[in-house]
């Protein structure tokens, strides 16, 4: 980012979180905006060995992040187990529901799903 762009942004945060550390430099670089073509968020791991993601959620997925870091926690613990994801996907049980989940749905790897390519599915 610029330099305005980088304070600006630092400001708002800072403003909404009284306690986080201001750096005086961009160090480091996240985003919260990303979309896959089909909008449909990825959790999976990459082709970079350890390195995990949760990405292409267009920045609408802020009221997710509870559920996202139990299936990146379960997608882990799965490939330290030795279990390959490709192969045989992880299945999580929702804590609340009771239902499984297969994290088959949010692979890299899977089929595109027909939709608006939109925010509205």
Known sequence: PTPDLFEAQ???????????????????LADLYDASDDWAPLYDKSSLSGFFM??????????????????????VDAHDAGQDHDEDPVHVT???????????????????TNTTNSVLG
């Open 10 to 28: 630092v400001l708002r945060a800072a403003r909404r979180l009284p306690d986080m550390r201001i750096p005086l430099a961009p160090v480091g």
């Open 54 to 75: 949760a990405c292409g959620t267009s920045g609408n997925q802020f009221k997710n992040a509870p559920v996202v870091g139990y299936f990146l926690r379960a997608l």
């Open 94 to 112: 929702g804590e609340l529901t009771g239902r499984e989940i297969n994290l088959a749905a949010f692979s890299r790897l899977r089929e595109m």
